[in-house]
């Protein structure tokens, strides 16, 4: 087990038979036949607050240099409207998406691809699905990745009339 900043991972597994009582001179069991070692990570991401955004704070950051992605449905958003300067991206394609070649994402989403070191912000309806992508997100490698736990139902009681469709 190890972690960081809220972040706990586990790894290495062993299938098969157990390892037999004491083993070769270096310390290591000899070769088994059957035995296969998998290397595993799960990691649990927290929800701690520095991968949270508030209201004001996601406001502020639309004003400068962020990738904020809505992961909502395409028709979420045809019907009830978006956050003005998100991209939408649901979050079933999230994974594909974040490892499309710079070509393709620019051509699916009209936007430039994000680089692993840009801030995102993620968003949806009420926090679930962007936490999970975040969670996703994070485990691709990208470094600076937050999400609107307020998500579209929070904003459009704070901003009515400056919902985009």
Known sequence: ???????????????????????????????????????????????????????????????????????????EIEQLGKIPGSINIPVDEVVEALQMNPKDFKERYNQDMPAKSDHLVFSCMAGVRSKKALDIAMSLGFSRVQHYAGGFEEWAKYEPSDLKK
């Not at 701690?48 to 704070?57: G, T």
Request: glycine share 10%; charged share 20%.
């Open 1 to 75: 087990m190890w972690g960081y900043r809220g972040l706990s991972c586990a790894a290495r597994v062993v299938l098969g038979a157990p390892r037999p009582a004491g083993g070769s001179r270096s310390g290591r069991s000899p070769r088994q036949p059957g035995l296969r070692t998998v290397n595993l990570i799960f990691c649990n991401f927290s929800t701690a607050a520095d991968y949270n955004v508030s209201y004001e704070e996601l406001k502020g950051l639309i004003k400068s240099q962020i990738t904020h992605i809505d992961v909502r449905e395409k028709w």
